[in-house]
């Protein structure tokens, strides 16, 4: 039986064109245009595509689906001309086309637009899925049915941290066109989910942004509805708000699932089944009437993508469409006559066919998924729905099914499945997986009550791998760690990957501390042999850190977080061994903890002091200078020592932003200072000089406070001397010369510089360590050194200052040696703004 070519199953409405429904805003840029330019043209006009045309030519077409094929976390390719990356030709319909055809050509080519035309072939607008779905009359069809009944396939659920290019590249690979978004640490404690769609990432590409998170472009809260709303409900809700995409929320209210208008386009098998029967039931009408009516019902059937097979009362096969027999390899002839069994693969039992059939004996209708043999013996899962087709005395005439091969979705299903719960490099647990299985076996062993144990590992020095052979290096090596460490573990043991180079174990069920110290040093042991890492034998070690339930803690958190610090302990004690977690491990960390979170807040708030130690002329012991020293007193910690909260500033990288507090906060105390001011001397450190912003931050400042330059000096340790710094340090300090500043060495002695490489920079003085004055003059050694460094600064023409200078045995020592001047607490201990002022203005009215 041949039928005549099809309609789309998507509309009730035969007879609508496409130019009843398409768009009419056509928006075009030329071939030369960049992506980023494109994808604002984009953004400003709220269009999901973008026309590329030259002179009258309409070259190709750019849309919101082609920017997640991008490589987003390169920022060269936003700058590349959209012709490079646009889809041609494009594909297009003349106005005249019917919607019906339009739909089918769609979901035919898997596109979500068309092109429309005129009788001149002119462009005229666009056509979209969207457009399609909301022109036809559905209302009835979307009322019946609820979300379940489409809903088939699981969310790709991406962490809010991730990036967006890593995020886009995952869409692409999933063929997601929307991801659901999830932020872990809110205000309320509780989970919660935002949205990333395509057209977030063309917004993406418009603002000039490469390196962010998805927490910066997602659209959040996630627009949501329950499981078993309706189809109608959906639908209007999209509308309301302008959406392409709603999340479904199972019971507690947790997304399982994203729904789009593309779902709602290529799931609708009731419709399309509903359509069949009056084409079946207007069969022996369309003999009386119109022999279109039958072609239209043929049109149906025989275009379809899906396969299509019609039974009578009885259960025997009366036809099939072409789509079946592609499906199943079976010919016309071959299934006609035949049962629905010849497709039977013998993958369900007897139960599953019977309340399949009592289903469809009381309601009319069965779908759901189902394992079916091909020809030629393969089998496959397929997507199926079945309908009864009743007669105007009620009594069910035929049978009609629509069913459709689900092999991709169910692959996909399994790679998203993957990358939820798996580490995509080293093929083990990822950090949601691990933290499953850590909360299975805590539910298991307080129920039973026995131990477990957690190891946490971190690589030794693993960022030098990266740095000199490069990430490929880098991922080989955490792969054959991968392997070692599941080598090394025993049956029922969980190895994961949290990220990085950081590793854990969980040993469900053990004995006590002895078990698990021989699992750690058997680890420890793995890491014996050298790694073969591109023809390069690297020697890799592992620091361990160990919890154990009940004895270190009661919760996931707990346990994680005793067994981390356990790991920084072992770090700490020369690395490549394991340590226990101990309550004194805690405490440190705990306090260190406090101590970070109370820096960041006083930095945040400016709530660090500036106090002045003077230095001295140690002929007549006149002021000559001050030194600027931060002091913190916290309401809760009090007073901390400087070289505390420094020493973590630096390893937080929060010290250019506590530099520039203390420079601002002296500049300002200059001003203030007026006439009565002396210079100051600040102490800058590696990392401040080497921040390219350094100098532009330091001349605003100068700027603000319109003080003299020369009032400033710069005190550097010889740590920012390294011969490896060296053309880019003295760039640095020439240009903080030619704007007035005096630039001093701090701890000389306690370093390695150069005297040549010395004779070379723009300083004007050398502060001896205060760990060679100490001891004069009593300490031979020192006094030697001590007099070495005077009389080496004196012939170069640089000013020495001794620092620690705490006796008058010292300060004359240092004056015989030819020191001119001194600061410690002979001369005076560091003072507030005020106490000092009161020395400036005695200084002042002794000159």
């Given at each position: 039986m041949?039928y005549?070519?099809s309609?789309?199953?998507?509309?009730l409405?035969?007879?609508?064109?496409?130019?009843?429904v398409?768009?009419?805003?056509?928006?075009?840029?030329?071939?030369d245009?960049s992506?980023?330019?494109a994808?604002?043209?984009?953004?400003?006009?709220?269009i999901?595509?973008?026309l590329?045309?030259?002179e009258?030519?309409?070259?190709?077409?750019?849309t919101?689906s082609?920017?997640?094929?991008?490589?987003?976390?390169d920022?060269?390719?936003?700058?590349q001309?959209?012709s490079?990356?646009?889809?041609?030709?494009v594909?297009?319909?003349?106005?005249?086309?019917s919607?019906?055809?339009?739909?089918a050509?769609m979901k035919k080519?898997?596109?979500?637009?068309?092109?429309?035309?005129?009788?001149?072939?002119k462009?005229i607008g666009?056509?979209?899925?969207?457009?399609?779905?909301h022109?036809?009359?559905?209302e009835?069809?979307l009322?019946?049915?609820?979300?379940?009944?489409?809903l088939?396939?699981?969310p790709?659920l991406?962490?809010?941290?991730?990036?967006?290019?890593?995020s886009?590249?995952?869409m692409?690979?999933?063929?997601?066109d929307?991801a659901?978004v999830?932020?872990?640490?809110?205000?309320s404690?509780l989970?919660?989910?935002g949205i990333?769609t395509?057209?977030?990432?063309v917004h993406?590409?418009?603002t000039?942004r490469?390196?962010?998170?998805l927490?910066?472009?997602?659209?959040?809260?996630l627009?949501?509805?329950?499981l078993?709303?309706?189809?109608?409900?959906?639908?209007?809700?999209?509308?309301?708000?302008?959406?392409?995409?709603?999340g479904?929320t199972?019971?507690?209210g947790?997304?399982?699932?994203?729904l789009?208008?593309?779902h709602?386009?290529?799931n609708m098998?009731?419709?399309?089944?509903?359509?069949?029967?009056?084409?079946?039931?207007?069969?022996?009408?369309?003999?009386?009437?119109s022999?279109?009516?039958?072609?239209?019902?043929?049109k149906?059937?025989e275009?379809?993508?899906?396969?299509v097979m019609?039974t009578?009362?009885s259960?025997?096969i009366?036809?099939v469409?072409p789509?079946f027999?592609?499906?199943?390899?079976?010919?016309?002839e071959e299934?006609?006559?035949?049962?629905?069994?010849?497709?039977?693969?013998g993958?369900?039992?007897?139960?599953?066919?019977?309340?399949?059939?009592?289903?469809l004996?009381?309601?009319?209708?069965?779908?759901?998924?189902?394992?079916n043999?091909r020809k030629?013996?393969?089998?496959?899962?397929?997507?199926?729905s079945?309908?009864?087709?009743?007669?105007?005395?009620g009594i069910?005439?035929?049978?009609a099914?629509?069913?459709?091969?689900i092999?991709?979705?169910?692959?996909?299903?399994?790679?998203?499945h993957?990358?939820?719960?798996f580490?995509?490099l080293?093929?083990l647990?990822n950090?949601?997986?691990?933290?499953d299985?850590?909360?299975?076996?805590?539910?298991?062993?307080k129920?039973h009550?026995h131990?477990?144990?957690?190891?946490?590992?971190?690589?030794?020095?693993?960022k030098?791998?990266?740095?000199?052979?490069?990430h490929?290096?880098g991922?080989e090596?955490?792969r054959?760690?991968?392997?070692?460490?599941?080598?090394?573990?025993?049956?029922?043991?969980?190895?994961?990957?949290l990220?990085g180079?950081?590793f854990?174990m969980?040993?469900?069920?053990?004995?006590?501390?002895?078990?698990i110290?021989?699992?750690?040093?058997?680890?420890?042991a793995?890491?014996?042999l050298p790694f073969?890492i591109q023809?390069?034998e690297?020697?890799?070690t592992?620091?361990v850190g160990?919890?154990?339930?009940?004895?270190h803690?009661?919760?996931?958190?707990?346990?994680?977080?005793?067994?981390?610090?356990?790991?920084?302990?072992?770090?700490?004690?020369?690395?490549?061994?394991?340590?226990l977690?101990?309550?004194?491990?805690?405490?440190?960390n705990?306090?260190a903890?406090?101590?970070e979170?109370?820096?960041?807040?006083a930095?945040?708030?400016?709530?660090?002091?500036?106090y002045?130690?003077?230095?001295?002329?140690?002929?007549?012991g006149?002021?000559?200078?001050l030194?600027?020293?931060a002091r913190?007193?916290?309401?809760e910690?009090?007073?901390v020592?400087?070289q505390?909260?420094?020493?973590?500033?630096e390893?937080l990288?929060l010290?250019?932003?506590l530099?520039?507090?203390?420079l601002?906060?002296?500049c300002?105390?200059?001003?203030?200072?007026?006439?009565?001011?002396?210079?100051v001397?600040v102490n800058?450190?590696?990392?401040?000089?080497?921040?390219?912003?350094?100098l532009?931050?330091?001349?605003?400042?100068?700027?603000?406070?319109?003080?003299?330059?020369?009032l400033?000096?710069?005190?550097?340790?010889?740590?920012?001397?390294?011969p490896d710094?060296?053309?880019q340090?003295?760039?640095?300090?020439?240009?903080?010369?030619?704007?007035?500043?005096?630039l001093a060495?701090?701890?000389?002695g306690?370093?390695y510089?150069?005297l040549?490489?010395l004779?070379?920079?723009?300083i004007n003085?050398l502060?001896?360590?205060?760990s060679f004055i100490?001891?004069?003059?009593?300490?031979?050694s020192d006094?030697?050194?001590t007099?070495?460094?005077?009389?080496?600064?004196?012939?170069?023409?640089?000013?020495v200052i001794a620092e620690?200078?705490?006796?008058?045995?010292?300060q004359e020592?240092?004056?015989?040696a030819?020191?001119?001047?001194g600061?410690g607490?002979w001369?005076?201990?560091?003072?507030n703004?005020a106490?000092?002022l009161l020395?400036?203005?005695?200084?002042?009215?002794?000159?």
């Amino acid at each position: 039986m041949n039928y005549p070519p099809s309609t789309a199953v998507t509309s009730l409405s035969s007879d609508q064109t496409v130019a009843q429904v398409l768009q009419k805003n056509l928006i075009c840029c030329s071939a030369d245009t960049s992506v980023q330019q494109a994808a604002q043209l984009m953004q400003q006009h709220n269009i999901s595509c973008i026309l590329i045309k030259q002179e009258q030519n309409i070259l190709g077409i750019w849309t919101e689906s082609d920017c997640k094929k991008l490589d987003l976390a390169d920022h060269a390719v936003l700058q590349q001309a959209v012709s490079a990356v646009m889809s041609s030709p494009v594909l297009s319909v003349a106005d005249h086309f019917s919607a019906v055809d339009a739909a089918a050509l769609m979901k035919k080519q898997g596109i979500r637009r068309l092109l429309v035309t005129d009788k001149s072939q002119k462009a005229i607008g666009i056509v979209t899925q969207t457009d399609l779905i909301h022109q036809q009359p559905l209302e009835h069809y979307l009322m019946l049915r609820d979300i379940s009944s489409i809903l088939v396939e699981l969310p790709l659920l991406l962490q809010a941290e991730l990036s967006v290019a890593h995020s886009a590249a995952l869409m692409q690979q999933t063929q997601r066109d929307a991801a659901i978004v999830k932020f872990e640490n809110t205000e309320s404690g509780l989970a919660e989910y935002g949205i990333v769609t395509e057209r977030d990432l063309v917004h993406f590409v418009a603002t000039n942004r490469t390196l962010c998170t998805l927490a910066e472009v997602a659209t959040r809260p996630l627009l949501t509805l329950p499981l078993h709303s309706s189809l109608l409900q959906a639908v209007r809700l999209l509308r309301e708000h302008g959406f392409r995409h709603l999340g479904v929320t199972d019971s507690l209210g947790k997304p399982i699932g994203l729904l789009s208008h593309n779902h709602i386009l290529l799931n609708m098998e009731h419709l399309y089944i509903n359509e069949l029967k009056a084409a079946l039931q207007a069969r022996d009408k369309a003999l009386r009437s119109s022999e279109s009516s039958l072609r239209l019902a043929y049109k149906v059937i025989e275009a379809s993508h899906d396969a299509v097979m019609i039974t009578d009362a009885s259960g025997f096969i009366q036809s099939v469409n072409p789509s079946f027999c592609k499906l199943t390899g079976y010919s016309v002839e071959e299934a006609l006559g035949q049962t629905p069994n010849l497709l039977s693969s013998g993958q369900h039992d007897e139960n599953f066919y019977q309340q399949m059939w009592q289903r469809l004996q009381q309601q009319g209708y069965w779908q759901g998924e189902i394992w079916n043999k091909r020809k030629n013996g393969e089998i496959y899962p397929e997507w199926l729905s079945i309908s009864a087709v009743r007669g105007e005395n009620g009594i069910v005439n035929q049978y009609a099914a629509i069913f459709s091969d689900i092999t991709e979705r169910k692959k996909r299903e399994k790679k998203i499945h993957e990358l939820a719960y798996f580490d995509e490099l080293t093929g083990l647990a990822n950090r949601r997986l691990f933290q499953d299985r850590l909360e299975q076996a805590l539910a298991n062993a307080k129920r039973h009550d026995h131990q477990l144990a957690v190891l946490f590992l971190d690589l030794d020095l693993f960022k030098r791998i990266n740095d000199t052979l490069g990430h490929q290096a880098g991922d080989e090596a955490l792969r054959q760690v991968a392997r070692r460490l599941q080598k090394a573990s025993r049956a029922g043991e969980s190895v994961a990957r949290l990220g990085g180079d950081e590793f854990t174990m969980l040993v469900p069920e053990c004995d006590g501390i002895e078990e698990i110290e021989k699992l750690a040093q058997r680890i420890v042991a793995q890491f014996e042999l050298p790694f073969q890492i591109q023809h390069n034998e690297l020697v890799l070690t592992t620091s361990v850190g160990i919890s154990i339930y009940p004895q270190h803690g009661g919760t996931i958190s707990e346990l994680l977080k005793f067994a981390d610090a356990a790991m920084y302990q072992a770090k700490e004690s020369g690395r490549n061994k394991y340590s226990l977690y101990t309550n004194s491990v805690g405490q440190r960390n705990d306090e260190a903890l406090q101590l970070e979170q109370a820096l960041r807040k006083a930095l945040s708030q400016q709530q660090l002091e500036v106090y002045y130690q003077p230095k001295v002329a140690l002929q007549t012991g006149q002021l000559h200078s001050l030194e600027a020293l931060a002091r913190w007193q916290d309401k809760e910690l009090g007073q901390v020592p400087p070289q505390r909260f420094i020493a973590m500033a630096e390893t937080l990288g929060l010290i250019q932003q506590l530099g520039q507090q203390v420079l601002r906060q002296v500049c300002y105390q200059l001003q203030l200072w007026g006439e009565q001011a002396v210079p100051v001397a600040v102490n800058i450190s590696v990392m401040e000089l080497a921040d390219p912003g350094f100098l532009t931050q330091l001349t605003q400042i100068l700027t603000e406070t319109a003080i003299n330059p020369q009032l400033l000096e710069l005190e550097i340790t010889e740590s920012c001397l390294l011969p490896d710094r060296e053309t880019q340090t003295r760039q640095v300090l020439q240009q903080l010369r030619q704007l007035g500043i005096r630039l001093a060495i701090d701890d000389f002695g306690t370093g390695y510089s150069s005297l040549s490489y010395l004779r070379h920079l723009p300083i004007n003085s050398l502060k001896i360590d205060r760990s060679f004055i100490k001891s004069l003059p009593e300490n031979t050694s020192d006094r030697q050194i001590t007099s070495a460094i005077i009389a080496m600064a004196n012939a170069m023409g640089l000013d020495v200052i001794a620092e620690g200078v705490e006796t008058q045995a010292q300060q004359e020592f240092l004056l015989t040696a030819g020191c001119k001047f001194g600061q410690g607490y002979w001369f005076g201990k560091a003072e507030n703004a005020a106490s000092t002022l009161l020395l400036l203005q005695k200084h002042s009215l002794s000159h």
